[in-house]
Each structure stands twice: as C-alpha cells, then as structure tokens.
C-alpha cells in the first residue's frame, strides 16, 4: 500500500526532504486549534439552548426560549462579519501570529461570560466568541498558506477543515450526551458543552509559543531578517542553504512589484486600490464564487431534511434520530479527514471539485425523485428499498461533499492572491461566505413551506452550475508555489482553466518562475524573460 503520506515533488526547484519535518506540521495543527473553536461554537449552542437545565437557569418559557434562539444566530451572523473585518485588519497591522493567538484569549474571555448564567452576560460573551471565531477562521487558511512549503499545501490548509469537522462532530456528541445521561435539573448538563470551549482556546493559547510569524507578511513589511530566522526554522534548514535563500528572493520579488505598482504606498486604502487591478480581481471573484456555490450545492438542505427521512424509515423517538444524523455527521468528517490527509495534494484540487460536484448533483436528484413520489413532505414515506436508498443518498453526498466543496474552496481562496492583497481578498471572500450561509438557512424554511421537494431539484441544478463554473474557470493550483500564482493568474495568462494549467506547467519546465515574469528586477533578466515567455 502506497504510504499516504507520500510527497510529489515538481521537476523544477524541488523542495528539501527537511521541510517536509515535525515543524510545518506542529505549526500548522498548533494554529487550527482556532479552527476547532469555530466548529465547536457553532456546533454546541443550538443544542445547548434546548436543554431542559439552560431553560430552567436562565429562566426561559417557550416564547423566551424562542427568542433567545433567534438572537443568538443574529449575534452569530453580526460577529461574522465584523469579526471577519476586524481580524483582517489586526493581521495586517500585528501580523498573522498573535491576531490568531489573541483570538484565543478573547474566546476564553466571552466563555468566562458564558458560564456565569445572567442572560446579559450570555450575550456579551457570545458576541466575544463569535467576533474571535471569525476572525481567525479568516487568517488560518492565509497564516497556513503562507507557511507551507508547496508540494503539502493542500494537505496543510486541509487539516484547517479537518479540525472544523471533528469540532462540529464532537458539539453534537457532547449535547447528545448531556441530554441522555445527566438529568434536567443538574446545572452540570448546560455546564458541560459551555466549559469545553475552553479545550481549543486553551490549547490554541499554549500553542503560541511553537508558532512562528508568517515568513511573507514579514517580507513585506520589511522585515527580512525575522522572515529568514523563520522560514529556515520551519524549513529545518540554514538561513544560508540555497532553498531558503531562494525562497526569501521570490517573496521579496514580488512584494517589491506590488510595491512598484502602487508607487512605494502601503496604505490600507492604497491596497484597496489593488483589488480593481484586473488579475487580482478575478482571482477574487473566482474565489468568492467558489464560497457561494459551496452553500448552493445543497449541505444545508441535507442538514435541514436528513431527520425527517431519518424518522420516515423507522428510526423514532429523538434519541433515536439523533443517533442516525450523528452518523452522517461522522461520514463527513472522517470523508475529510482521509481525503486532505492523503489526495489532496496527489489527485489536486480539481479533480475533487468536478467528481464532488457530479456525485453530489446525483444525490439531489434522487432525493428530488423520491420525495416527489412519496410525498415525503406531507406525510411520513413508506418503509421499502426506496426510503433504504434516500438514506444512503445521505451518506453517500456526505461523502462526495466532505471531499470536495466542503473543503477545496477554502484551500483555493487561501493560495492564488498576492500578499499584500491577500488578507483583504480572503476578507471578501469570507464574508461571502458568511452572506451566503445566512442566505441559505434563513430562505430555507419558506423554500420548504413553499416548493417543498423542489428544494432538491433547486440544488441539484446549483450544483450543475458549480460544475460548470469550476471546469472552465478553476484551473489546478497543486504544487504551484505561491510567488508562481502569477504564471496561472497574472496578466495575458489564458481565460480558461485548462489552458491556465497547461501555459503554466509548459513555463515551469521552461525554468521560467512568477517572479522572473512578472517582477523582474534587472533590465538583462526582464530581456531574457520576455522573450522564454513569448516562446512559450
């Protein structure tokens, strides 16, 4: 059996087997603590609210208990996006390291809130975990990115998604818990899922200490010494050995043209500016697509309905439900796990997006089908290999999604924008994301009340649209160094994403790199460039 940590190399400036070490990995899993902390907050707090205990401690009838529901989804929207904004700002003025590591203290400090049982206090820390969850999801799929050495990028970025998963998992499996083995008169039963917020942030914290300053956003603000101190530890190589040095001379090479192109400014507004210039838009808009098509292939509508189909074939009672969605829960996770562990960065990007995409698009056609025949949305369907297969169409799209559109948009986004640009992109795109979710779970209702099983046939045909987007206008970022993103995206690169990748791939074998094109910094290299690309 192949080992799946295997790594495939590029012909061209190949990677030293010492930075492929204990080092990028232990920085990588130190920082996604943060992420666990976004799954778990968003994981827990639905559930936590229904307990019998919350209600009684809080002292929340129906109605009450209604409200507080609705307001703690509108703190969690509000906070994402200004959570979103604020963290991209704090990043670029304090670097990636301690915005994430401060976001760490915040949650603990909006936990502390939590746990004292008045409502007020509830509100005041929810607002804090959701500004620091948000913010620092935007920065670990950068800080990551900016990291890694190319041929495990995929894989590194992935393990951002993968603690997501296991996070979100482990939210439903902790309330599921409390609910069934501690009574509703015990404080301990809310207590529990509240208190363990306090694992990730605690663990992200005492994490600090092992993370270093991200090697790019050091370069470009000058300061270099700290970027080669860095980038030679994680790489477990000499600041004097070839490949760090070569490393430090393509990032310098291209915040200096990013510098160049905005006359030596570097005002926030001045990087504003930089978004309208026309490759740096598209990659933007590329990636914002990406987030909002990953909400349009049906992973809401799924969540939403997987109960009641759950019900229809014989799983009652609520526990019992429960049990059946916290297995579809599992599939997608450990689907993620193996994947981004694995073939992320041996099959690429994709590949993953159009099988995804495909396979996903035959289980929103088949649940369609079936609950138009049945009528599943009036009335309970009947037990029969029909009703076997709509649950296996669940496990089944939680599998395809769980290697595809669950995760490669996230990996995308954080890969192909310049530096200097590269917060505020992924600011957009975020936020995107964000807008999209909300979209989604608050139209999803009236869509169910209205067009009942349409909503399948409507996600089905989203997810044609998402195969067809990423076919023609995503093209394969595996093993492209990060400075190189400018042979795939730059100016007077092909339109199309097949092309993109073969134009690429032909001047990487021609020797020819991003910063040779694109930010040359003498008149005989700029000569010799122009014309191997002309060639090419």
Request: net charge neutral; with cysteine; proline share 5%.
């Amino acid at each position: 059996m192949r080992n799946p940590f295997a790594i495939e190399e590029g012909p061209q400036n190949p990677v030293p087997r010492e930075a492929f070490g204990w080092r990028i990995y232990a920085v990588a899993f130190g920082a996604t603590w943060a992420s666990a902390m976004y799954g778990y907050d968003s994981a827990f707090i639905g559930g936590t609210l229904a307990l019998p205990s919350f209600k009684t401690a809080f002292g929340l009838n129906a109605a009450a208990s209604a409200s507080l529901s609705s307001n703690i989804v509108s703190t969690f929207q509000g906070g994402a996006f200004f959570g979103v904004i604020i963290g991209t700002f704090f990043s670029e003025r304090f670097g990636r390291r301690w915005t994430i590591g401060g976001s760490g203290i915040v949650f603990m400090i909006g936990v502390i809130l939590q746990m004292i049982g008045k409502l007020g206090l509830l509100y005041a820390g929810r607002a804090l975990t959701d500004l620091s969850v948000d913010g620092s999801s935007v920065l670990l799929p950068i800080y990551i990115s900016e990291c890694a050495p190319a041929p495990i990028r995929g894989r590194l970025v992935g393990i951002f998604e993968i603690m997501l998963q296991i996070a979100l998992v482990f939210g439903f499996w902790v309330n599921y818990g409390v609910n069934k083995d501690i009574a509703g008169t015990n404080p301990l039963q809310w207590h529990i899922p509240v208190a363990v917020q306090f694992i990730p942030s605690g663990l992200l914290v005492l994490s600090l200490p092992f993370l270093i300053e991200s090697p790019r956003w050091l370069v470009s603000k000058g300061r270099e010494a700290e970027a080669l101190k860095a980038l030679s530890w994680v790489r477990n190589l000499s600041p004097e050995h070839e490949y760090i040095q070569w490393e430090i001379k393509e990032m310098r090479d291209q915040v200096q043209h990013e510098l160049d192109l905005t006359n030596g400014k570097t005002s926030v507004f001045q990087t504003f500016g930089e978004l309208k210039e026309a490759s740096i838009r598209n990659r933007i808009l590329i990636c914002v697509a990406l987030h909002l098509l990953q909400n349009l292939t049906g992973i809401n509508a799924i969540n939403y309905y997987s109960p009641t189909i759950f019900k229809g074939i014989g799983f009652t009672g609520t526990s019992t439900s429960l049990l059946a969605t916290g297995v579809y829960g599992l599939i997608k996770m450990m689907t993620t796990v193996i994947f981004m562990i694995s073939f992320v960065d041996r099959f690429g990007r994709r590949p993953a997006l159009l099988i995804g995409a495909v396979g996903s698009f035959g289980c929103m056609l088949y649940l369609g089908i079936f609950s138009t025949v049945t009528n599943s949305f009036v009335v309970a369907p009947p037990k029969g290999a029909g009703a076997n297969a709509a649950v296996a169409m669940i496990y089944l799209y939680a599998i395809f999604y769980g290697f595809s559109w669950n995760g490669i948009p996230w990996i995308f986004a954080s890969e192909v924008l310049p530096t200097r640009v590269r917060g505020l992109g992924m600011m957009c795109t975020v936020c995107m994301q964000w807008l999209a979710q909300f979209m989604i779970v608050y139209s999803l209702p009236y869509m169910v009340k209205s067009i009942k099983q349409g909503i399948f046939f409507f996600f089905a045909a989203c997810t044609v649209c998402a195969l067809l987007f990423a076919y023609f206008l995503v093209p394969e970022t595996k093993g492209v160094v990060l400075e190189d993103m400018e042979l795939l995206f730059g100016p007077n690169t092909p339109r199309f994403a097949i092309a993109k990748r073969k134009a690429y791939e032909e001047a990487h074998l021609a020797g020819i790199t991003g910063g040779q094109v694109y930010f040359p910094r003498d008149t005989k290299a700029e000569d010799t460039t122009d014309m191997q690309v002309e060639d090419v």
